[in-house]
Structures are given as C-alpha cells and as structure tokens.
C-alpha cells in the first residue's frame, strides 16, 4: 500500500476565493484520482490525474472550477475555484499503484468550509 | 445504469454484538472493496475482495460475484467500529470506481 498525504487538512474560506489542495504519495503511481464527498454523502469522483496530460473530468466537474495538476508520479494539487458554499466537503485524493484502479488508497481528506 | 446499494443504511449495535451490512451491486465487477471512515473522515481500506471470503480478526467478508451481493461481517463490536462502511465497485468495462451510499454504524458501550 502506499503512504498518502494531503495539505492543508482544513480550511475555512471566503466566497468567491480559490484553494489549492496538495496530495503527496510516498512512491510512484499511475494513477492518482480526486474525490469529493458533500456532508453526509457518499464520494463522488471529480476527475483521474493523468501525469504528462490534462486530467480527465467526470460528468457535472470542469476544468475552469476544479483544475488539477499532475507534474510526476507522486504528487498532484487540486484547485477549488471561485468558493461558493456549496463547495464545503471533503477532497480527497486517492492512488492506485497497479496502474488498472484494482485497487485504491485514500489520503486523509481535506476538510473544506466555504463561509 | 450501475448502481451499488448498501443495506441499512443506519445501524445501531450495543457493544459486543455482531452485524452483517450488505452490498448490492448492478453488474460484473473487476473488484469490490469495503472501506471503514472513521469520524474524522479518514478512509481505510478493509478488504479487496471481488469475489470469495477473507477475514482479517473481528472482521470478515464474503461476495458472491455470481448473486452480485458483498456481507461484511464485524463481530464482538467495539465502539472504534463506529463510522460509516463504504461498498466501492469497479465494474468491467474500465469505468471508475463507484461507491454506496454507505452503513452508518453506531456502536454504544
């Protein structure tokens, strides 16, 4: 399994403010994924981290409100963009190291509250 | 379209009993996996069991890709057990994977 970090762990933010989550893994993956879940629900996937490429968005998330960046294999940053409170959730990252998504682990979440 | 459905969705065990959450799934899958969040959000990861029986201490699981159904199992309960369960599914055909609603359970002392 790999060893996966996330920064901040929290935040309280402002309307209409940006914020840049960052997730370290402590080996190579292949894969690295971001995930949000809304208070109460159940995670959602945003979009597949593709190092070397633009990520791949899943239907409902765009580029311009959630961009990522995957400069090599063990890191990737995820942008909230233009807060609303609607955005308050948890980001998480999430990697697979087989390189076919058999198999997930997740980073600790960033706890995001947009005031 | 796929669907993964967990069953109940609340739970609520005195300490020391045992429950079995379940999970129903839409299609042929290439892996199961039952996550435990705990209360401060951290996901961790149970079991990687797309077909067949593992255990692993008080925990066990079992699925029947053939019935598309997962049980987990959580024996003698403690109230570290608490949080919600996650059934996850990636399903054949290389779609990403797709999480249950989730059991929330509450084991009370």
């Known amino acids: 399994s790999a060893v996966i970090s996330q920064k901040p762990s929290r935040d309280i933010c402002q309307r209409g403010t940006s914020l840049t989550i960052q997730c370290q893994v402590d080996s190579q993956v292949t894969m690295m994924f971001w995930y949000r879940q809304q208070p109460g629900q159940s995670l959602t996937l945003i979009a597949t981290a593709n190092q070397g490429s633009e990520a791949t968005y899943e239907s409902g998330f765009v580029i311009d409100k959630f961009p990522i960046s995957r400069p090599n294999l063990t890191f990737s940053t995820l942008t909230v963009s233009n807060m609303s409170p609607e955005d308050s959730s948890i980001y998480l990252c999430?990697?697979?190291?087989?390189?076919?998504?058999?198999?997930?682990?997740f980073g600790p979440g960033t706890r995001l509250t947009v005031l | 379209g796929i669907q993964v459905e967990q069953s109940p969705p609340d739970l609520i065990l005195q300490e020391g009993a045992n429950s079995t959450l379940r999970c129903n799934f839409s299609?042929?899958?290439?892996?199961l996996q039952w996550f435990h969040q705990n209360p401060w959000g951290q996901l961790i990861n149970l079991f990687y069991?797309?077909?067949g029986t593992k255990q692993n201490g008080r925990l066990s699981a079992t699925t029947v890709a053939t019935e598309r159904y997962s049980l987990l199992y959580i024996s003698s309960s403690q109230t570290t057990d608490s949080g919600v369960y996650f059934c996850?599914?990636?399903?054949?055909?290389?779609?990403?994977?797709?999480f249950g609603k989730g059991t929330r359970l509450s084991v009370i002392a």
């Open positions: 299609d042929s899958v290439n892996n």
């Open positions: 069991i797309p077909s």
């Open positions: 996850a599914v990636l399903f054949s055909g290389n779609t990403p994977l797709v």
């Open positions: 999430s990697v697979d190291s087989s390189g076919t998504a058999d198999t997930q682990y």
